[in-house]
């Protein structure tokens, strides 16, 4: 994601941040043009001096999840990212707050990447092709699981408690596992549905590297979880549950796109330069681009290792998990490449 700064006193300021730590000067995110705009905090208006607009926050500001704007006189009263949410928590509970709080986060940080890649993403309340999320309790109904079907996104509230969060990864043996990529993850199944369901052409081109997802789902997802991952997956997938079913391989593959992306361009919009001292091979990366401008995905996977590698490090200093604890192989590359290729003429 790109630095976000104050327009009054040039502080840098969080994706997240209604104001501006340094001069306490409002502040608020408008997609259309991904800019974080400061207001100033003397009356409660929202108007922007340099444009003469007035703006209003999305409607769910009020429970702190949300720092979006839009203009003043739009009829919506809530923001684009707001507008896909079907189903919140119940805030009765007031843990679910929290919940909810670290669900947007994530969420708003998927759209935003949505939108820089040019996706569309029309509220399903509105468009049946469209795609809504439901954030919801398990409660006694344990049919009710994290996933997608039919452009709704259901996510387990559960999975915004991070100490259960962390039993969950212990139990199904993963690396990583987190509500960015959840979302991630679950948001890739629709957009098989809308980009490669939908044409011939690409289907074929996705069978010849995925494999035929007429495979039975609900078969082959019972067999891997009574047999596992077979022993080698490492050399064909980024992950083990990646090698269920070419769908799961497919959402698996496309929320790896995704935190690349996030992590380079992270990297691009800081100046990161990784080169180590004792001249390692092949881990030197200048990140002096745009990876969602750049054509070639070789150019973007070979800054992203030792970026990763660099930064997990740092990690491991502090005494905390990898950052990106995954080995990227040949075989994945090439899915990625796939993916990277189906993006780029999104974006205008
Ligand atoms: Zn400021
Ligand atoms: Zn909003
Ligand atoms: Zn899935």
């Known amino acids: 994601m790109k630095i976000f700064q104050c327009g009054h006193c040039n502080h840098s300021i969080f994706f997240e941040n209604y104001t501006c730590d340094n001069c306490g000067h409002l502040s608020g995110f408008r997609d259309q043009d991904r800019k974080m705009l400061t207001f100033n905090p003397i009356n409660d208006s929202l108007f922007s001096d340099r444009e003469n ?21 739009d009829p919506e009263d809530y923001c684009h990212a707001c507008q896909l949410n079907r189903t919140i928590p119940n805030l009765s509970d007031l843990e679910n707050f929290e919940k909810w709080r670290n669900l947007e986060i994530a969420k708003h940080r998927l759209v935003y990447q949505l939108q820089k890649i040019g996706l569309q993403l029309p509220s399903k309340l509105r468009n049946n092709e ?6 919801v309790a398990q409660q006694n109904n344990f049919n009710l ?12 509230i559960k999975e915004a408690d991070s100490v259960q969060r962390e039993q969950m990864r212990k139990q199904f043996l993963e690396p990583y596992r ?68 070419p769908w799961e391989d497919w959402a698996e593959t496309w929320a790896h796109y995704l935190h690349i992306m996030d992590m380079v361009e992270t990297a691009y919009f800081f ?4 080169k180590p001292i004792n001249k390692l091979k092949k881990m030197k990366a200048k990140v002096s681009f ?31 998990p ?24 999104k974006r205008n």
């Open 53 to 73: 607009i007035e703006y209003k926050y999305c409607k769910n500001k009020e429970y702190d999840v949300c720092n979006w704007i839009l203009e003043k006189n």
């Open 130 to 135: 469209g795609l809504c999320f439901d954030f």
């Open 145 to 156: 699981m994290t996933g997608h079907a039919n452009g709704v996104i259901t996510i387990l």
């Open 178 to 245: 987190t509500l960015v990529g959840h979302l991630r993850h679950e948001v890739g199944h629709y957009f098989w549905d809308r980009l490669i369901n939908t044409n011939e052409q690409i289907l074929s081109e996705f069978r010849a590297i995925f494999g035929n997802e007429q495979r039975n789902y609900a078969d082959a997802l019972e067999l891997y979880y009574n047999e596992g991952a077979p022993e080698d997956w490492q050399t064909s997938f980024i992950s083990k549950y990646a090698t269920s079913h």
């Open 271 to 274: 100046g990161v330069n990784v």
């Open 290 to 320: 745009d990876p969602y401008a750049i054509e070639n995905f070789d150019t973007i996977i070979q800054t992203c290792i030792p970026l990763s590698f660099a930064v997990n490090s740092i990690n491991r200093a502090m005494g905390v």
């Open 322 to 345: 990898d950052v990106y604890p995954f080995v990227i192989t040949e075989a994945v590359v090439d899915k990625l490449k796939f993916i990277h290729r189906l993006l780029l003429p």
